[in-house]
């Protein structure tokens, strides 16, 4: 084994990357640059380094051995949708779907914010590859920081550090992210993404989305605009590998917006009623598709980590997450018992004393982990941790699956007529808002395959690109939609969800292998309530069927306000799209 003192040092592997560093170190003037190697001993001086200044705090070691609280601004707590960028020359190509600035005009306005912003700081350099480090799927890219709770993030979300940069320098390119926290002045914050530059700009925030800038920034919005003009698709998805109880496996891909339960789905307990199936995570937020040499569609997750929603997160919603954050975690938000233990709003277990703001837990100041609060840990410290997940050709891909939160009108599943109509039924996706983005929750909007707050481009290319993908596929997954959050009439939640949600995706396995029988409605197929296995599940036959229902009159509407919202991109809405709007019209009468 090579001695790390004998290795080239970092900043003489990849000119490009030097020369960027410089000019950013000149414009930001830190007190000193650390580049990132990536070792588990950089790791823990950063760890050590931030709980020596306070920005860390060490829980009970006893019961979360390695694990640590990191607390944001209050003002600094999830995405800022508003403050979101996507700056292309032409105005069109971001489309309606995104703010946009002219992209001299987004680089004065970061010139100056960054000028000096560094001062007394130091700079990191963190090389990154986002997916396998050999795969051909994978690509780079370099964040440049003032954070080091940032850099730890990074570190566990991705592949960081020194096999990254030797990429880079054998291929030449990478996506250049630079980033400061800031004064984190809510009036002073901005993420710009420039996706003809492969370049993004973010200034005053130290949350997830907004810093770990190749996360949303790069594997989504950057990572959307480039797979469409190389011929592949960057998603807002998880991949989750099921193995029957006939010891088939099947990988499908299933794009929820944020915080509506990809985490849960990705990691699934099957219900004690379905023994014999097995359920491995291969990526619980991202997924990077490419059409395979056999014609079928291959994913890979680009992310090495998990940044996931922590209130909820139970022994009963998930015990492989609950399992997995027992250690090796950072939470940022949450709340903390008397004896210094995590704490979140269905813990189940102990009470909170202190809030996530640090405050004595007092209920009148509401939850006390910040709704949106977040683990960061390892994908390896996950139990049902795919192997697969390392593959450099990725898994492939038997069913696409969209889902809004919605408590009336899309039934609990429906299957897309075909590939075309499976575009129609993403780019429909509606949903209610949640708390992993600033502003109001609980507002139904569109949010196309997830994607609303994520593609780097204009909508109406982006379904012309999916209507392309299809045609590139000779065995194209199926496409479905679900919705675990219909509600009754009394308001609550029809379908118990979580793991008895396997019932929903065996029905799904069997559609694809040609062993479940369906029925045609004016949407797709939907499953009788006899295709359906629920063994084992109480549920009543009103609560069934009202899941299973498809009201034309509703659906009349929505088909009207799904064309309303197309009728937005203009000219740029594809024909393709309009002909599957008729013809779901046209099936409603
Ligand atoms: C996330 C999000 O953090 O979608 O994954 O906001
Ligand atoms: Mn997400």
Same mark, same amino acid.
């Given at each position: ?14 000119? !490009?990357?030097? =020369?960027?560093? $410089?000019? #950013? ?5 830190? %007190? +000193? ?44 707590? !999830?995405?800022? =949708?508003?403050? $979101?960028? #996507? ?5 069109? %190509? +971001? ?47 370099? =964040? ?446």
């Amino acid at each position: 084994m090579i001695s790390p003192s004998t290795l080239p040092p970092l900043p003489t592997l990849s000119k !490009a990357v030097a =020369e960027w560093a $410089t000019s #950013v170190r000149e414009l930001t003037t830190p %007190d +000193a640059i650390h580049w990132v190697e990536g070792s588990d001993a950089e790791h823990q001086s950063f760890i050590d380094q931030l709980q020596s200044n306070g920005e860390l705090q060490k829980l009970n070691e006893a019961h979360y051995p390695n694990c640590f609280l990191a607390r944001s601004h209050p003002s600094d707590v !999830a995405r800022v =949708e508003h403050l $979101t960028f #996507v700056c292309t020359t032409n105005r069109d %190509d +971001a489309g309606p779907n995104n703010n946009w600035m002219p992209p001299a005009e987004a680089y004065a306005k970061m010139q100056e914010l960054f000028k000096g912003c560094m001062k007394g700081r130091t700079l990191y350099v963190v090389p990154y590859c986002m997916g396998p480090i050999d795969s051909l799927y994978s690509r780079c890219g370099v =964040e440049i920081t003032d954070s080091a709770y940032v850099v730890i993030n990074m570190m566990l979300m991705t592949r960081a550090g020194r096999p990254a940069l030797e990429r880079i320098a054998r291929e030449g390119n990478f996506v250049r992210g630079l980033h400061s926290i800031g004064e984190l002045d809510p009036n002073r914050r901005f993420i710009m993404h420039f996706p003809e530059e492969l370049s993004i700009q973010s200034f005053g925030s130290g949350y997830g989305g907004n810093a770990l800038l190749g996360k949303k920034c790069h594997a989504l919005r950057i990572a959307s605009y480039q797979a469409r003009h190389e011929g592949w698709l960057a998603e807002h998805m998880l991949i989750v590998g099921l193995t029957s109880p006939a010891g088939e496996t099947h990988y499908v891909v299933a794009a929820f917006p944020s915080a509506c339960g990809k985490t849960n789905l990705a990691m699934l307990i099957p219900p004690d009623s379905m023994p014999g199936w097995t359920v491995t995570t291969v990526g619980d937020d991202i997924a990077w598709l490419h059409p395979g040499p056999d014609g079928r569609l291959y994913a890979i997750n680009p992310e090495a980590g998990y940044f996931g929603v922590v209130p909820g997160t139970n022994a009963k919603t998930n015990r492989n997450a609950f399992k997995m954050i027992q250690r090796d975690t950072l939470f940022t938000n949450v709340a903390l018992t008397a004896d210094n233990r995590p704490w979140w709003e269905g813990l189940e277990t102990g009470k909170p004393v202190i809030d996530w703001q640090g405050r004595p837990y007092d209920p009148a100041n509401g939850p006390a982990a910040q709704p949106n609060s977040r683990f960061t840990v390892s994908a390896k410290r996950n139990p049902r941790y795919a192997s697969e997940a390392d593959s450099p050709s990725g898994v492939p891909i038997s069913a696409i699956i969209f889902g809004g939160r919605r408590r009336g009108v899309a039934p609990l599943v429906y299957e897309a007529r075909d590939w075309n109509h499976g575009v129609l039924v993403g780019a429909s996706v509606a949903s209610e808002t949640t708390a992993a983005a600033i502003g109001q929750a609980g507002v139904l909007r569109r949010d196309p395959m997830a994607m609303k707050p994520f593609a780097g481009y204009n909508f109406g290319d982006y379904w012309a690109h999916w209507f392309a993908m299809g045609q590139r596929l000779k065995d194209p997954p199926k496409i479905y939609h679900v919705n675990w959050f219909r509600r009754g009439a009394d308001g609550k939640l029809l379908w118990p969800g979580f793991g008895d949600n396997l019932r929903v995706l065996e029905w799904i396995l069997k559609r694809c292998t040609s062993k479940a029988a369906a029925q045609e409605s004016h949407i797709g197929h939907l499953p009788r309530p006899a295709d359906l296995n629920l063994q084992g599940l109480s549920i009543a036959q009103p609560a069934l069927d009202e899941l299973l229902s498809v009201r034309p009159e509703e659906w009349r509407t929505e088909a009207a306000d799904i064309g309303k919202f197309f009728e937005q991109f203009g000219a740029r809405t594809p024909a393709a799209l309009w002909a599957e709007v008729k013809a779901l019209q046209k099936r409603l009468g």
